[in-house]
């Protein structure tokens, strides 16, 4: 089964400071996803990624941008991390089951940022 | 636009039965369900393609009704395991918008 993981479970960083959340999936998966959580709130979708170099953003972008130069690794980039964006980010990718349209998501652990 | 999910919490006695539903302002045309337990990272429980299908997963079924833009998650006879948030996720696409969710606690 695809294993996606975050290379940090938690994270602190003060205000200002560039930071890069890691994503790396070990299947060949061409959907790659950046998702915020926060109570009350749900998850909300930052960026996405279809294939290498590609992206498109989310309903949230801004104060983000992503990287993805290799299929198997999808990077969110804090440009100048805010004490509103301490969250818990979540990476995901789309696995098919079928068709096109059938296809489920596999989540990464979480890294859980602080910016003080 | 996010989907509405109710009841936002639920507390039920292990062995009760529940049911969340999730509503679109927009047309859906595929629901998906997935579980967070604390700590964890959220799990696809299922996928919902046609209007009226329903689908299920051990004692947990669901059901999409396209005409009125809504799904509704069924849990039958619900376990300790059973506790957590459960989030919709609404889309077409390659992206899925998810709704708020729904804690769900069993007790003893």
């Known amino acids: 089964d695809v294993k996606v993981t975050q290379s940090s479970r938690y994270l602190v960083k003060r205000t200002g400071e560039k930071v890069f959340l890691e994503c790396v999936q070990d299947?060949?998966?061409?959907?790659m996803f950046w998702y915020r959580q926060d109570p009350g709130l749900g998850l909300r979708l930052i960026y996405f990624?279809?294939?290498?170099?590609?992206?498109e953003k989310g309903d949230i972008p801004e104060g983000y941008s992503v990287s993805r130069e290799k299929k198997e690794r999808f990077s969110l980039i804090l440009e100048s991390a805010s004490t509103n964006q301490t969250s818990m980010y979540l990476c995901?990718?789309?696995?098919?089951?079928?068709?096109?349209?059938?296809?489920?998501?596999?989540f990464g652990s979480g890294t859980r940022l602080t910016v003080v | 636009q996010q989907p509405v999910q109710s009841p936002q919490a639920v507390i039920l006695r292990e062995g009760e039965d529940a049911v969340i539903n999730c509503s679109s302002s927009?047309?859906?045309?595929?629901v998906h369900w997935y579980r967070q337990k604390h700590g964890e990272a959220p799990v696809f429980l299922m996928i919902?393609?046609?209007?009226?299908e329903q689908k299920g997963h051990e004692k947990i079924s669901a059901s999409f009704n396209e005409k009125k833009q809504q799904s509704s998650l069924y849990l039958t006879a619900s376990q300790l395991s059973y506790s957590g948030t459960y989030f919709c996720?609404?889309?077409?696409?390659?992206?899925?918008?998810f709704g708020t969710g729904t804690q769900l606690k069993v007790e003893l």
């Open positions: 299947m060949d998966h061409e959907n």
């Open positions: 995901a990718i789309r696995k098919l089951l079928g068709t096109v349209s059938n296809y489920g998501y596999t």
């Open positions: 927009k047309a859906l045309y595929s």
């Open positions: 990624s279809y294939d290498v170099k590609m992206k």
């Open positions: 919902l393609l046609k209007g009226g």
């Open positions: 996720g609404t889309g077409g696409g390659n992206k899925l918008t």
